[in-house]
């Protein structure tokens, strides 16, 4: 009578497992897809940031440029893109001839790298500390520089709600920022 009952229950028993393991496919499945998600927030937190740094250089390049080193103009640029960040961050401009015109208080800008051919190079340093960015115009002169710190870019990228334990990774080549 046991024997019975133990296969009549069987297929029942078969099927809580199989629909156990399934639940849990799918709870991972929505934990891939909502990480992935954040993950992609993040990113765009990250290079809204960048863009709005490189809108403001951009606009104000050639103006700064024809004006003389510290004027207003320049003065007022840096202070636009202090206000137009939500991560603070320093900054640089230069002149139409290469050289540094103005820069942040307390910032000076490493050497220029080379253009490339390419209007925009981002970098994170060495020591994984700043993530840093170069501007050029169309014929490979610097417009601006800039840098961020990465706990500023922890803060910007921390989503409220979420385990600030997890860790985002920026990698560039063997070089590693741990947000």
Do not use: W, Y
Request: hydrophobic share 45%; net charge negative; charged share 20%.
């Amino acid at each position: 009578m046991l024997l019975i009952l133990s296969l009549g229950l069987l297929p029942l028993g078969l099927i809580a497992v199989l629909a156990s393991v399934q639940s849990s496919r799918e709870n991972s499945e929505r934990r891939v897809e909502r990480t992935l998600t954040r993950l992609d927030l993040k990113a765009q937190l990250i290079n809204g940031l960048l863009a709005r740094s490189a809108s403001t250089i951009r606009a104000a390049s050639a103006a700064v440029s024809l004006t003389p080193p510290e004027s207003e103009a320049c003065v007022t640029t840096l202070q636009r893109l202090a206000r137009a960040q939500t991560t603070p961050g320093k900054f640089a401009l230069f002149a139409s001839d290469g050289n540094l015109h103005c820069a942040t208080p307390g910032f000076a800008p490493p050497p220029i790298p080379e253009a490339r051919g390419r209007r925009s190079i981002i970098q994170i340093t060495p020591d994984g500390e700043l993530l840093r960015f170069a501007l050029f115009d169309d014929d490979g002169a610097i417009e601006g520089m800039g840098e961020f710190a990465r706990p500023a870019l922890a803060e910007l990228t921390f989503l409220p709600g979420t385990d600030p334990n997890f860790d985002l990774e920026l990698l560039q080549g063997d070089r590693r920022m741990v947000l």
